[in-house]
Each structure stands twice: as C-alpha cells, then as structure tokens.
C-alpha cells in the first residue's frame, strides 16, 4: 500500500464535484421549499377562530424533510460526478452549503417558513385578527408595547379649568397683595395645570420606556394623591381675614361678609377640583389594570414564541445532523456508482 502525500491528497478532491452537489442542494430546496410554503397557506383559514393552527409544525417539519432530501441528493450528485472518495465529497457538500447558506443570510428550507409567516401576516391585516393574541408585541418588542402604552393612557384626558368665579377686583387685589401662596385667586387653577403637565409628562415617559410603565405610574398616583390632601386642606379664616382688612377699606362687618362669600367659593372650588382629581385616579387606575392584562397576554405569548423557537431550533439541529450522515451516505452511494459503471 502506497503513503499518498499532500499533494495527492488535494488532488483527490474534486471541487467541481463539490460545487456540483451544493448547486444541487439549493436548488431543490428552494424548489421543495415552494411546495412547502403551498401547503401551509393551503391550511391558512382566515375564518376560523385559530387560523394559523398547524401551521407552524407543518411547515416546519417540512423544512426538516426539504433539508435531508436536499442533502442526500446533493451529496449523491458529487460523489457520482468525483467516482471516489464519496463519502468526503458527501460531507464537502453539506459542510460547503452550510457556509454558502449562512453569507446569503438563507438557510435552506426556512425560507417556506419566511413565505408562510409573510402571508399570515398579510391575511391577519385584512381581517383585523390577531393571530397569535398579543404576538404583535413579542415580534415588534419594546416598539409594540409603546404603542400599546400610547394608546391606553394617552387617551386620559384632563380638565385643568375650574369654573372662573366672579371675585371683586379689590377682594382680588387684596389676595395678591397677601403673599399668602394659598390664598392666591388662579392657586387651584395652577395646581389643576401642575396635575395636567405631570400627567403629560408621565405618559411621555411611559411611551418611551413602556417596560416601567407600572414604577411611573404609581409614582404619579403618589403626587396626585399628596396633591390632592393638599387642596383639601381649609384655608386659614385668620390669615384670609388679616389679607382683607389689611389691603381694603372695608368696614369689619363687610369683611367679615367677604370672608364668608370667599370661603364658600373656595370650598366649591376645592369640591370641583377634588370631583375631577378623583376621576382622574379612576382612569388611571383602569387602564393600568388593563395594561396588567396586555402584560399578561404578551408574557404568555412571549413563553410560547421561545418554546417555539426552541423547537424549532432542535428541530433544525437534528436535521442537519442526519443530513450531514445522508449527504455522506449518498456520496458514498454515488461514487460507487460511478466506479461499477467504470468497472464495467
């Protein structure tokens, strides 16, 4: 028996043959792969209430069978054409079209699954469904949720206006003049429009990081819930009292007359602020319960979409490893073919 060298070794590899045999793979698998799309949207039905049922298993154990009998008839063709070795040509077939696969960004038979997955999504925007409940938000990320966020609380609306009451300019002056934050004519107006801002700007921030939607706003139901004590505190009678008949000319008996009018206007105006602080809390807290249940649904979604794809990643692992075994076999095959014909 005599010791080949290297330069007898290399020269043992056909790479035409080789080239042959991926040529081959890649084309029936873009073939089969057609016929495997076929049937999936074949088992499509848009008017059922799951109508991408099946689908995902068919499809891809299709692409597990596409894949093999790809790889037996690619690793066939190269060891019929190189007449020996064929077990090695088989191999330089699978592991040749595994790179070539990679650079194109395909792999094999996936791209049925590509074309199926194109298609439901195309049939679910005509007819409104959602076919994986909340997959929307698993396949689009963090993008999906912000626009789930916006469309729930952005919505809240809140009226920052009370009611102007007709205050005398001298009473209104008298007011001003005290210094007194509490006692100011617009005080609850500003803290209505303070409310409002907060609110705006917690939502921008729930848009933007919509994974922290729960910490913002149970931070801005702090505030509004601190905000809200304070408006409910009464007002000093004294110091309202003091900021009138130190800045007006009226007699006791009219001040004290002022007071009381003022008084009652400012609780009226504390009952209105208060109506509409405590509708405001209502709304948030509905939509927050209603964004518990979008996390829910798109948490559940999101177990199966790994379960999924954990599969489907095995599946795949599995199948290439039998290809490789197959597209040796074949070669194998296919080169003593070639040598009985020779023989012959």
């Known amino acids: 028996m005599r010791k080949l060298s290297l330069a007898d070794l290399k020269g043992r590899v056909s790479w035409g043959s080789v080239f042959g045999g991926v040529m081959t793979v890649l084309a029936i698998s873009v073939l089969l792969s057609i016929l495997n799309s076929s049937i999936g949207l074949f088992m499509l039905d848009p008017l ?8 995902g298993a068919a499809v891809g154990i299709g692409s597990a069978i596409i894949l093999i009998a790809s790889m037996a008839a690619g690793g066939f063709v190269a060891g019929k054409l190189a007449g020996m070795d064929g077990i090695i040509h088989g191999f330089l077939v699978w592991a040749t079209t595994l790179i070539v696969a990679a650079i194109l960004g395909i792999f094999l038979a996936v791209g049925a699954a590509k074309m199926t997955a194109n298609a439901l999504g195309a049939v679910s925007s005509v007819t409104g469904n959602v076919i994986s409940g909340a997959g929307g938000i698993v396949g689009n990320g963090v993008s999906a949720l912000s626009e ?31 210094n007194v934050k509490e006692l100011q004519p617009d005080y609850l107006n500003k803290q209505l429009e303070e409310v409002k801002d907060d609110l705006s700007k917690s939502v921008k921030e729930i848009v933007a990081s919509p994974q922290e939607t729960d910490e913002t706003i149970n931070g801005f139901l702090e505030r509004l819930k601190q905000r809200a004590e304070n408006l409910s505190q009464k007002i000093n009678k004294n110091d309202l009292s003091k900021a009138i008949a130190n800045n007006t000319n009226m007699s006791k008996a009219e001040a004290d007359k002022t007071v009381e009018e003022y008084m009652n206007l400012i609780d009226n105006a504390r009952a209105e602020a208060g109506k509409q602080i405590d509708k405001l809390e209502a709304n948030l807290q509905k939509a927050e319960q209603e964004w518990k249940e979008i996390k829910h649904k798109a948490l559940v979604a999101a ?28 070669g194998a095959y296919g080169g003593r073919k070639t040598q009985e014909r020779v023989d012959i």
């Open 148 to 178: 789930k966020a916006e469309d729930l609380f952005g919505k809240i609306d809140f009226n920052a206006t009370l009611k102007e009451e007709n205050i005398p300019q001298n009473i209104r002056t008298a007011l001003i003049k005290s």
């Open 303 to 330: 177990d199966k979409a790994t379960d999924a794809a954990a599969r489907s990643a095995l599946i795949s692992f599995f199948a290439l490893l039998v290809g490789a075994a197959v597209c040796c076999v074949a």
């Open 48 to 55: 059922s209430e799951h109508p991408a049922s099946g689908i």
